[in-house]
Each structure stands twice: as structure tokens, then as C-alpha cells.
């Protein structure tokens, strides 16, 4: 068996010199380069044509008027914090509200939309609505155990 092992080792050694001989492997394929302009891209934030206005029912909370804002896929979207937003969008063809932590990728200006998230559906949407009444109440029990 020694035999047949130093034969293999041969054959392994010259056949990894006939590849030394081949043609060099493909290059890999370079990542398209984003041209650049020299303006900063900040992805995500648009200015809306469309601002609401309170309601009867207090659409803001404190009265004030809630802007909505477009992002770069054209989806509408509002703050509901400095790094949350409320988007309404579609997934496979199904519209569904997005309720999504955002954060800033190290050395841009870029806001991306985080893991911490959640997507409702039309229906779970709508029941949230209509528990709005209720979780504001629990809400408010909590503050008096304080």
C-alpha cells in the first residue's frame, strides 16, 4: 500500500503543476460602482405633498397636523419617533402597515430599516384600531399604580 500512496502523491503533484500551466481562473466579477456626484444621496427621507390634519377623533394626538413622508421605493410613511416610522405598503401583492425601527449605516446618512419590526396585515391592522379605546384605558391604569 506504500507503493500505491507515493504513485497517487506523484500523480497529485504533476497534476497540480499542469494546473499551475492552465489558464489563470475567471476574475471575479466587479461590484457596480455607484456614481458618484459629490452630493450626499440621502435615501429614504422625501418631503410629502400630503400633510392630515387632526380629526374629530384627534388623528394627532395633540392636535397637531401629521406629515407624510415618501420614501425611495415611493411607500408612505410617517415618524412616530426620531428612529420609528409607520409605513403603508405592499408585500406580495398584499398591502400591509409596517411598524419598523430605522437605523443610520456607520459613515453615511442613510437611514435602513431594522430587524425589530412588525408588519400588519389589513385585518390585524383594523383590530388594532378598534382596540385603540381599550389599550389607552390599560394605559392609563398603569399610570395610576405608579
Given amino acids: 500500500m506504500a507503493g500505491?500512496?507515493?504513485?497517487?502523491?506523484?500523480?497529485?503533484?504533476?497534476?497540480?503543476?499542469?494546473?499551475?500551466?492552465?489558464?489563470?481562473?475567471?476574475?471575479k466579477k466587479a461590484k457596480a460602482k455607484k456614481e458618484q456626484t459629490g452630493k450626499k444621496e440621502v435615501k429614504g427621507k422625501?418631503?410629502?405633498?400630503?400633510?392630515i390634519e387632526p380629526d374629530a377623533e384627534g388623528a394627532g394626538s395633540g392636535g397637531e397636523s401629521i406629515e407624510v413622508l415618501t420614501n425611495g421605493e415611493g411607500e408612505k410613511y410617517i415618524h412616530l419617533s426620531r428612529m420609528r416610522r409607520a409605513t403603508a405598503r405592499t408585500f406580495k401583492g398584499v398591502p400591509m402597515v409596517d411598524l419598523r425601527e430605522f437605523y443610520v449605516k456607520k459613515g453615511?446618512?442613510?437611514?435602513?430599516?431594522?430587524?425589530?419590526?412588525?408588519?400588519?396585515s389589513e385585518e390585524q391592522w383594523t383590530t388594532l384600531k378598534a382596540s385603540i379605546a381599550t389599550i389607552d384605558g390599560l394605559f392609563e391604569s398603569l399610570k395610576e399604580k405608579k
Avoid at 422625501?46 to 400633510?51: D, F, G, H, Q, R
Fill in 4 to 27: 500505491k500512496r507515493a504513485k497517487n502523491e506523484e500523480e497529485d503533484a504533476s497534476a497540480g503543476e499542469d494546473d499551475r500551466d492552465a489558464s489563470p481562473p475567471p476574475a
Fill in 46 to 51: 422625501k418631503k410629502a405633498e400630503l400633510v
Fill in 108 to 120: 453615511t446618512t442613510e437611514e435602513l430599516p431594522g430587524s425589530k419590526g412588525i408588519s400588519l
